[in-house]
């Protein structure tokens, strides 16, 4: 007897194995001195696939394959349409953050502004989504209150009334399909608040620690311009999320910088940056290990907290160093015969 099985969709999905892909080729830099001679730095990625129960039948019989919930991967109430924004998002960011990082390791001065709250998630039915308030659009005012984080976005609301009109103003952001990030021009809507779910929650702000009567549904981080030297940008068409932070400030440094950063030594790393240069945790870490090895880098650099996933996996050719800081890495490679970080325009 055959059974035929439909290909219904689950709640499921699958990690594996990507790419480790050298981030060098992928930078350009435009009004700075640079090192021509460019050290082997990869980032690596993982294919991240939805499945159907008979794509989960079969990956079952897979290696190298990590199965993680819809849940697992969003925010409670955040519909999975919205992934691929965030991911885009997210490199976004990590690109800003990782050119201000490597060059605040090589000794610029990079001032911040803040600029608003920009929203890295819609609830399903909430005002926000009502009003069609989109992942990456950056709330500037409501009511005509200057909104400069997303702290000062929750104080806004803090004594606003359940199903109360508010106008808020954003600058609308578009992704291409290839997620490169366009900033469009101020808009303000009208949007109309919905009862909060707890309000008394804490929000994780100081000045406003707990949430107002009323709310949008959207998740909100701080917005911020830097004033940087030069131009610099990465190209990552096609790539989401923030794991790539560490391996694009690593090669930015290097691509400013005299002599070999890695001592000449391939090296792949993981691991999200912030302007501040710490590195946090990723996911798929066991995954991209697998891609590590496969692409010959000698040294992987993850975030601490991931050491023993990442030695689970690897052969013993591969040498894993668990960091927490961009300096600890920096530290790191100069045990391995790299050089010091010496900027080939002098910052000011």
Known sequence: MVVGLRAWSTNEYAITPGNATDVAPLVTIKGLATNSAADRIMLVDVYLQPLSELQFLWMHFQSHVQFVTASQLLDPGIPASELDAQGFLQMSDSQESAEVAALRALGWKIPATMTGAVITAVANNTPAAH???????EITAVDGRAVTSACTLIGSLEHVAAHTVVHVTLRRTTFSTTGVLRRGGLVT????????????ARTGCAQFPTS?????????????TFDLPGNISVNTANIGGPSAGLAMTLTIIDKLSKGSLTGHHAIAATGTMDPYGDVGDVGGVAEKTIAVENAGA???FVPQVEVATARSVANSSLHIIGVTTLHQVLTDLRKLGGAAPVALTAPR
């Open 298 to 300: 000698k040294y992987f």
């Open 212 to 224: 107002g009567p009323s709310f949008l549904g959207v998740v909100p981080e701080d917005g911020a």
């Open 131 to 137: 009003a069609s308030l989109h992942v990456g659009d």
């Open 189 to 200: 809507l009208k949007v109309t608040t919905a009862a909060s779910p707890d309000a008394h």
